[in-house]
């Protein structure tokens, strides 16, 4: 039974590029969230999507944009990025209110 | 909103216990969890604890909760070398979101 997955593992962009991520949630799981992980801090909620739509979002700008697939997988897009869009981004998925939540391994992200 | 926060770091001798603290500010969250991440992975989900519960065992590690105090503890027994790492307290919002600590170093000492 596989968990979360995470692809790429690291990923090395230029200032003003624009990158995509992405997440297989865990057998059975219909909920996927990213968190982004800057250095030395804990986890920051970008979004959550179920159902192929973006259902809570946190304190992060349009440039941050997903999807969601049939199959429950998702994609995480940045544009036009920042320096301080580097970070460890992680996925986590779910299934209603009353799982466990787990991670996937993360994607190591540095913008130069 | 939720604001979680945790003492940054903590030392302990292998073979002691160790315990790690977090306060939370959403009385409404309905699960609370503890995640270990080493250097360099992504976050290990280690337990959680349904709201309605003081205590929880599992193996070496047990999870305390003070709903009146907002408080969660981890107590893990028998620290060993492999423990050191970064844990994290996170509450669960209404969205099933999660909203994270700062994280706490343990640090083990042969």
């Known amino acids: 039974d596989a968990g979360v997955t995470q692809s790429p593992t690291h990923l090395i962009k230029t200032r003003g590029q624009q990158v995509t991520l992405r997440c297989s949630p865990k057998s059975g799981h219909d909920t996927v969230s990213w968190y982004q992980q800057a250095l030395g801090q804990g986890p920051q909620f970008i979004f959550q999507?179920?159902?192929?739509?973006?259902?809570q979002r946190g304190n992060f700008p349009d440039r941050f944009s997903g999807h969601q697939f049939p199959n429950y997988s998702s994609e995480l897009n940045v544009n036009a990025l920042l320096l301080g869009d580097s970070a460890l981004y992680l996925c986590?998925?779910?299934?209603?209110?009353?799982?466990?939540?787990?991670f996937g391994p993360g994607t190591r992200l540095t913008v130069t | 909103g939720e604001d979680v926060e945790q003492s940054l770091f903590l030392s302990v001798r292998e073979g002691d216990s160790s315990v790690i603290n977090c306060t939370y500010t959403?009385?409404?969250?309905?699960?609370l969890y503890w995640y270990k991440q080493e250097p360099g992975a992504g976050l290990q989900l280690l337990t959680y604890i349904f709201s309605n519960m003081d205590m929880k065992q599992d193996q070496r590690l047990t999870v305390l909760l003070n709903k009146k105090d907002k408080h969660l503890s981890l107590r893990i027994a028998d620290t060993q070398t492999g423990d050191s790492a970064i844990y994290f307290c996170a509450e669960r919002g209404g969205a099933n979101n999660l909203f994270f600590g700062t994280g706490t170093r343990l640090t083990v000492i042969p």
């Open positions: 986590a998925s779910s299934l209603g209110g009353a799982e466990p939540i787990p």
């Open positions: 999507y179920y159902e192929e739509e973006e259902r």
């Open positions: 959403d009385s409404s969250s309905t699960y």
